[in-house]
């Protein structure tokens, strides 16, 4: 019995220690210019199309391409395709957009307005579809004015599937940490979302973070936070948008949980 019970404690120490040295900070918003803005131009919303599907951007006051200018760049990891559009398809991961330009790029004091055209990079099932942009910064946060999110529904080959999915009700777009971006054990790693419809707080809505099944957190405030601890391998990130009660806000897309690797 004495043994079964060591054994016991040292798997509980195990466990316990695993968490421990995950740690999540919140860290203040990048500043960011109250002219940006996204649009997709095409499909128009509701519009039917057809495999494979492409779609076109217009981009004001954002240069895609380019690394952002922010001490970040050093603190995390920073991709070789700069700043970029994050695509969302459905429920998918995201991927990155960064060109190139349709028009001519054009510089106007400090405002950039560009389009850009871009090929889904999958065929996608016959129906409706939920898209979902966000312009980003080269080490993958979020953009979060109120111009910078642009959401659509279109559809497949034919309008009969429909989803029902109320985009005017509360949900949330899982944003970072993926793997775009080479993740490694020396640096923290972001995590970012953007809220739509709600507003976080402590008595209200609030977005609980699990790491990697274990470690919980509730998260308060509509900002970028930093996971520090993530040790080599592969680790689960699972993000819930939750109501006063503490229960699941009904959606497709307020229950995601991605894969990620630290090396």
Known sequence: MKGFLTLGLVVAAA??????????????????????AVVMSYPKINQIVKNPVWLQFRVDGFALGADSVSDRIDELANS????????????MPYFPVNGPAIDPFR??????????????????SSGQHI????????????????????????????????????????????????????LVETKPVLLDFYISNCTLTTDGYKVRLTVDGKLQRNLTSWQPYYIYGLRKGNHTVRLELLDRNDKLVPGPFNDVTRAITIH
């Open 131 to 182: 898209i979902r942009v966000l312009p980003a910064r080269s080490f993958g946060e979020s953009l979060k004015g109120e111009r910078t999110f642009f959401v659509s529904s279109i559809y497949v080959g034919d309008s009969d599937h429909r989803q029902n999915i109320d985009l005017s009700k509360p949900y949330l777009t899982y944003n970072e940490p993926s793997n775009n971006f080479y």
């Open 80 to 91: 070789d395709m700069g700043q970029t559009l994050h695509v969302t398809i459905d429920d």
């Open 15 to 36: 466990l316990f220690a695993g968490e421990e040295h995950i740690r999540v900070q919140p860290v203040s918003p990048t500043p960011e210019s109250v002219t940006v």
């Open 107 to 124: 510089e106007e004091g400090y405002f950039y307005d560009t389009s850009y055209k871009i090929k889904v990079p999958k065929n996608l």
